[in-house]
């Protein structure tokens, strides 16, 4: 099981940063991807950034250049810096794990979400 907690949302004004934090309590699976994903109000669930075990990191292209994802999955944390915030970023962000049980069984948990508003 992953129990994923997320912090660092909050309200900040456009052109602002926030940093979010996710910390994974894990057992008996192997991680081997975290990140973000949000959800705005009326919208699907969107990927913001992953990273993988390798350290491999991808994003959506609406936050490529503005946002960094960053941690170690090993120590089961993650992070996400947003910079140069926009009114679009407004969503809940929600921390997300990827991991199998056993060998090939694969698995997926999300954190419980955390609000990010920038207001313009």
């Known amino acids: 099981q992953v129990e994923l907690v997320e912090s660092g949302g909050g309200l900040v004004q456009t052109g602002g940063s926030l940093r979010l934090s996710c910390a994974a309590s894990?057992?008996?699976?192997?991680?081997?991807?975290m990140g973000w994903y949000r959800q705005a109000p009326g919208q699907q669930r969107e990927l913001v950034a992953t990273l993988t075990s390798a350290g491999v990191t991808t994003y959506a292209d609406s936050v490529k250049g503005r946002s960094a994802v960053s941690g170690n999955i090993y120590e089961n944390t993650c992070y996400l810096q947003m910079n140069s915030l926009k009114p679009e970023d407004t969503a809940v962000y929600y921390c997300?794990?990827?991991?199998?049980?056993?060998?090939?069984?694969?698995?997926?948990?999300w954190g419980q979400g955390t609000q990010v508003t920038v207001s313009s």
């Open positions: 997300y794990a990827g991991a199998y049980y056993g060998s090939d069984i694969p698995m997926t948990y």
């Open positions: 894990v057992r008996g699976v192997s991680v081997y991807v």
